[in-house]
């Protein structure tokens, strides 16, 4: 079973700033591996643990203009996820352009 944690936070004043920090090394310490920017995941093995989990972080949920998603789903439905990445694009000449004859 896997936890999904999405999040949106304001960083705008320094105390959302603080408590976006606190809130992201809370996910780290508890073993959470960022997916993409505020998402982040965590491995868990069984619901019993994932319930106390999203319990724990219910009560790390700060008191500003915070967006924050919990969501359980399965191993078989997480490796059914798929990967879009767009064209690898380098502006790196490797061909005979880049020889300078002197």
Do not use: W
Not at 20 to 34: A, C, E, Q, R
Not at 45 to 74: H, Y
């Amino acid at each position: 079973m896997r936890v999904i944690v999405f999040f949106d936070m304001p960083t705008i004043t320094a105390q959302d700033k603080r408590a976006y920090h606190h809130f992201h090394k809370f996910l780290i310490k508890s073993g959470f591996v960022m997916m993409q920017y505020s998402v982040y995941s965590k491995l868990i093995l069984n619901t019993t643990m994932a319930n106390i989990l999203c319990k724990n972080i219910r009560k790390e949920v700060p008191n500003n203009d915070s967006t924050i998603q919990l969501l359980m789903i399965t191993e078989k439905q997480y490796s059914r996820m798929e990967f879009l990445v767009g064209e690898k694009r380098s502006s790196i000449l490797d061909d005979d352009r880049r020889l300078v004859i002197l």
